[in-house]
């Protein structure tokens, strides 16, 4: 017995009348009449009774019905969740991200996708950007919003870029540099620096020291916190010049002046393409519309920056 059976027989038990019922399924009421008798010797038990006149529900084929419809429904929705998975409409994102490069858009891009897809169960990780990719390449997240490292080709994953973040100075708005359009490498010789600690971003890390190694100096590193929230508090505090990327400066608070030449760290989607499941896909093709309408990033203001550099 399978569930066209059941069917048949929810048919006829509904219609009380196997003809109404084989023009309700469109089918000969022979193989209706068939398709009863064959439930009844699977179950062993009249379910319905038949007379030239009527056709009756027996208690048995009561319970039938009652049981058919239950099940039928459940196997439709789950015919139903099987398509929307299919379709990324429905599963689990298990997302790793970098927290200050993603603030400016993460949460208003997984408001979209909420809405787009509410049925997707998402988990966020905030890591390193060594961790995320680790844990990507061993399947306990599907994707990851974060920086290349130095093992990154090793891992096998695939990536896109997002953005390439310039790198430049923080200084409070009422610093006496905060009016500069930009400034040169070489002016950060012999100023104490505020750059993030390379166990929590060795690229941002590397990328500063490369661009002071070119300028011909060794940088004077005054404080290499783990945040960069920490990073632009001693800056606030008169600490020294932190050297941060465009997209984490919050304009009412400090300015950010771009260092020349430039140098930027790139901020990349990372996955692995054996576990690329539904919905990774329309999480990608959303971040891809997002970049192409440049909805990911508003760059940051300097507003009153007139002096060049």
């Given at each position: 017995?399978?569930?066209?059976h059941?069917?048949?027989?929810q048919?006829?038990a509904?219609?009380l009348?196997?003809?109404?019922?084989?023009?309700?399924?469109?089918?000969?009421?022979?193989?209706?009449?068939?398709?009863?008798?064959?439930?009844?010797?699977v179950?062993?038990a009249t379910?319905?009774?038949?007379?030239?006149?009527h056709?009756?529900?027996?208690?048995?084929?009561?319970v039938l019905?009652?049981?058919?419809?239950l099940?039928?429904?459940?196997?439709?929705?789950?015919?139903?969740?099987?398509?929307?998975?299919?379709?990324?409409?429905?599963?689990?994102?298990?997302?790793?991200?970098?927290?200050p490069?993603?603030q400016?858009?993460?949460?208003?891009?997984?408001?979209?996708y909420r809405?787009?897809?509410?049925?997707?169960?998402?988990?966020?990780?905030e890591?390193?950007?060594?961790r995320?990719?680790?844990?990507?390449?061993?399947?306990?997240?599907?994707?990851?919003?974060?920086?290349?490292?130095?093992?990154?080709?090793?891992?096998?994953?695939?990536?896109?870029?997002?953005?390439?973040?310039r790198?430049?100075?923080?200084?409070p708005?009422?610093?006496?540099?905060?009016k500069?359009?930009?400034?040169?490498?070489k002016?950060?010789?012999?100023?104490?620096?505020?750059?993030?600690?390379?166990?929590?971003?060795?690229?941002?890390?590397?990328a500063?020291?490369?661009?002071?190694?070119?300028?011909?100096?060794?940088?004077k590193?005054a404080?290499?916190?783990?945040?960069?929230?920490?990073?632009?508090?001693y800056?606030e505090?008169?600490?020294g010049l932190?050297?941060?990327?465009?997209s984490?400066?919050?304009?009412?608070?400090h300015?950010f002046?771009?260092?020349?030449?430039?140098?930027?760290?790139?901020?990349?989607?990372?996955?692995?393409?054996?576990?690329d499941?539904?919905?990774?896909q329309?999480f990608?093709?959303?971040l891809?519309?997002w970049?192409?309408?440049?909805?990911?990033?508003?760059?940051?203001?300097n507003?009153?920056?007139?002096?060049?550099a």
């Open positions: 017995m399978d569930l066209r059941l069917r048949y027989f048919a006829v509904e219609e009348s196997f003809s109404r019922a084989a023009r309700r399924l469109r089918i000969a009421q022979p193989a209706l009449s068939r398709a009863v008798r064959e439930v009844e010797a179950l062993g379910v319905l009774e038949r007379s030239r006149h056709v009756r529900l027996t208690p048995a084929g009561a019905l009652k049981e058919t419809a099940l039928l429904e459940r196997w439709e929705e789950s015919m139903r969740r099987v398509k929307r998975t299919a379709s990324g409409e429905e599963g689990e994102l298990r997302l790793g991200y970098i927290g490069p993603t400016p858009f993460l949460g208003r891009l997984l408001l979209e809405t787009l897809y509410p049925r997707v169960s998402i988990h966020l990780e890591r390193t950007p060594e995320v990719w680790e844990m990507v390449a061993k399947g306990r997240l599907s994707a990851a919003l974060t920086r290349p490292v130095e093992s990154h080709q090793a891992l096998g994953l695939k990536t896109i870029l997002l953005r390439e973040e790198l430049g100075v923080a200084v708005s009422s610093h006496p540099l905060s500069r359009r930009s400034l040169p490498w002016s950060l010789d012999h100023q104490p620096l505020i750059v993030l600690a390379r166990r929590e971003g060795m690229g941002l890390h590397d500063v020291l490369a661009g002071c190694r070119q300028a011909g100096f060794i940088p590193l404080y290499t916190p783990s945040l960069i929230g920490t990073v632009l508090s800056v505090a008169g600490a932190g050297v941060v990327t465009d984490v400066i919050a304009p009412s608070s300015r002046i771009p260092l020349t030449p430039t140098v930027a760290v790139p901020l990349v989607l990372v996955w692995q393409e054996d576990d499941s539904p919905p990774v329309r990608r093709e959303l891809l519309h970049k192409a309408a440049k909805k990911l990033w508003s760059q940051p203001e507003t009153g920056n007139t002096e060049r």
